[in-house]
């Protein structure tokens, strides 16, 4: 029987997530799709981060959808990339799965 593949390992990012390094970031996503049924990005505390970031990672969340992946952050979005989700007027337009996958909100009832 074949073992599931690493479901629980996240994927460590560097400190700078920005446009000078988005390909190189891409690049690693894209090897993590080919391998994994389930992705989980680590995102260092205290990481700088910019719009590119977080374009590259909402196209990954809809990637990882229409190929019935599991795509999630192993934390909630904080300091920069939270600071740049919130410029750019994500959080404001965010739906309960956007709240969910960025800022870790669950439904509650």
Excluded at 24 to 46: A, N, V, W
Excluded at 52 to 62: A, D, K, N
Aim: charged fraction near 25%; proline fraction near 4%; hydrophobic fraction near 35%.
């Amino acid at each position: 029987m074949d073992t599931p593949k690493q479901y629980y390992e996240s994927i460590n990012l560097p400190d700078v997530l920005s446009i000078r390094n988005v390909s190189e970031l891409y690049s690693k996503l894209t090897d993590e799709f080919h391998s994994r049924d389930s992705i989980i990005i680590s995102i260092p505390e205290g990481a700088e981060a910019d719009l590119s970031f977080v374009q590259l990672i909402e196209s990954s969340r809809c990637q990882a959808k229409s190929q019935g992946k599991t795509f999630k952050l192993s934390s909630p979005a904080s300091g920069s990339v939270l600071k740049v989700l919130e410029r750019a007027g994500f959080i404001e337009s965010f739906d309960q799965e956007d709240a969910n996958f960025w800022l870790h909100k669950e439904v509650t009832l």
